[in-house]
């Protein structure tokens, strides 16, 4: 079902305004032109959802590492600042942390996509600042967890900044889904030739640039379902990686008995049942990348067809990491390990050499600042936490340096009562499957503070649990956090990190950038 929608005008009339566009360009341009250049630069965002890169999450996406890695940047320290879907997506979109932008988890009542956060976050999001700059904005995919549920504004509710709207109702689905479109609903069903979203995603981003205005830049901002659950691949995908598992080495099947509460419970080993889970989740993850894969590609083939490739920046992340079988916990993210707070992050565009491998470290709330900036807008006038890594990947454009400490904060999800399943695991817990090994609770909230300066690599850990827990980590000397130091690092040391991670857990703006 579903016809392709065609928004931008009959094709006579674009034919027309491409034979005049070079006059009018010279009419209406002559000072900003010559102060600036060219028109600024498009920009593309794909947002993959639940994508790790520490076990291989890259692996499967050949092409993409080609397009965009090998014809840009790689960063190899990219980090999310909060480890679950809609309070690191709400991250991306505002350039803030969590104690800032104010949403929690994935429920309404934790901000997602609630009325708080459409009257304040979203309403000055930097898809509005772009839409300002004169940008052509398109959005498709899942947004945030809630979006286009009845108490989240239903799916009427397009927010501000986009003039193209496909958003996914609801958590990431591959089949059987509902589309707000352009605040319309539009339901789908499982034939793979209509409804498969990936595709679906990647058609529509297609379209959208045949029918763009060429006098304005764009801004795309795709993010796919894939690889989340229920890693439901293409059909001619389904038979791929059949002798692939879950890598077994680092904390594979570790017990984490120097860690928190949470990581005691698992069983370790962990049985045949759940490694047999696990394996076929990792598998099927990677089958639905392929086609993620084929989007990327057909999406640099369009750019290059409309002569706009060199012209546009385009950026790979993801929301978040992903574990499978690390500390014995199977699936899932939400956990404060390397595993669930790295994300990929691949850009090419205009200035940026090839094949770079880049160690700063940068942040998912970088993301705003960096777009903002590419589009030239002036950055002392937008309210974020993070700052622009252009002068990291295009240092002949801009200068400035990497920040060498950051937050990374989360507020533990639970249920109030006891799984029915799982009856002896009692309250406050969450994700209790497989084998009834939970990966969150309300009392799995921590903030950590992260010192990356080229010298160090360390992470200190306060939870806000029972036992006011703390986790402290020498990545250099032990890159699987497999040992928990803090009986034996300095007491002086210590409290050093305990007065950075105060600074940054109430930080704003600034003072979340120049904290010593
Ligand atoms: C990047 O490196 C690869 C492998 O060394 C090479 O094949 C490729 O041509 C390089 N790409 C560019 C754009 O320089
Ligand atoms: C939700 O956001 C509003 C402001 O945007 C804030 O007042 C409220 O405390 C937040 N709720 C939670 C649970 O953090
Ligand atoms: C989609 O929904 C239909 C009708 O409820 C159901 O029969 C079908 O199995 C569903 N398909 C998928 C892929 O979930
Ligand atoms: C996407 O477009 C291709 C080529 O036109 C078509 O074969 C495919 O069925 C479309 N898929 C979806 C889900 O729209
Ligand atoms: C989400 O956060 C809100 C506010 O703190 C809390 O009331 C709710 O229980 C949380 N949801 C889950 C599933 O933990």
Known sequence: MARERRECGAPRARRLLALLLPLLLLLTCRVRCAAAGDKPSNIVLILADDQDVHLGGMTPMKKTKTLIGDAGATFVNAFTVTPLCCPSRSSVLT??????????????????????????????????????QKYQTFFAGKYLNQYGKKDAGDVGHVPPGWDQWHALV????????????????????????????????????????????????????????????????????????????????????????????????PVSPMPDSSLNFLDSAYRKRWQTLLSLDDLVEALVQKLESIKELDNTYIFYTS???????????????????????????????????????????????DLASTVLDISGFNLSMVNVDGQSFLP????????????????????????????????????????????????????????????????????????????????????????????????????????AMNQRLIKLQSCQGDSCRDVQ
């Not at 990936?198 to 830049?217: G, K, V, Y």
């Not at 059949?242 to 008995?257: E, L, T, Y």
Request: hydrophobic share 30%.
């Open 95 to 132: 350039g803030r942390y969590p104690h800032n932008h104010e949403v929690r988890n994935n429920s309404l009542t934790g901000n997602c996509s609630s009325a708080a956060w459409r009257a304040g976050p979203e309403a000055a999001a930097f898809p509005v600042l772009l839409s300002k």
């Open 170 to 265: 609801g958590n990431s689905q591959y089949y059987n889904y509902t589309l707000s479109v352009n605040g319309k609903e539009e339901k789908h069903g499982d034939s793979y030739e209509a409804d498969y979203l990936t595709d679906l995603l990647m058609n529509r981003s297609l379209h959208f640039l045949e029918d763009r205005s060429p006098q304005h830049p764009f801004f795309l901002m795709i993010s796919p379902p894939a690889p989340h659950s229920p890693w439901t691949a293409a059909p001619q995908y389904q038979k791929q990686f059949s002798d692939v598992k879950a890598p077994r080495d680092g904390s594979f099947n570790k017990a984490g008995k120097d860690k928190h509460w949470l990581l005691r419970q």
């Open 319 to 365: 929301d978040n990491g992903y574990h499978t079988g690390q500390f014995s916990l199977p699936i899932d993210k939400r956990q404060l390990y390397e595993f669930d707070i790295r994300v990929p992050l691949l850009v090419r565009g205009p200035g940026i050499k090839p094949n770079q491998t880049l160690q700063a470290p940068v942040l998912n709330i």
């Open 392 to 495: 990291q990947m295009a240092p002949s454009l801009r200068n400035g340096t990497a920040r060498p400490f950051f937050l990374v904060e989360y507020t533990g999800e639970g249920h109030p009562t006891t799984d029915p399943s799982c009856p002896k695991l009692g309250p406050g817990l969450s994700q209790c499957f497989p084998d009834c090994v939970c990966e969150d609770a309300y009392n799995n909230t921590y903030a950590c503070v992260r010192t990356l300066d080229g010298q160090h690599d360390l992470q200190y850990c306060e939870f806000a649990d029972s036992e006011s827990f703390v986790e402290v980590y020498n990545l250099t000397s032990d890159p699987h956090q497999l040992e928990n130091i803090v009986k034996k690092v300095d007491p002086a040391v210590l409290q």
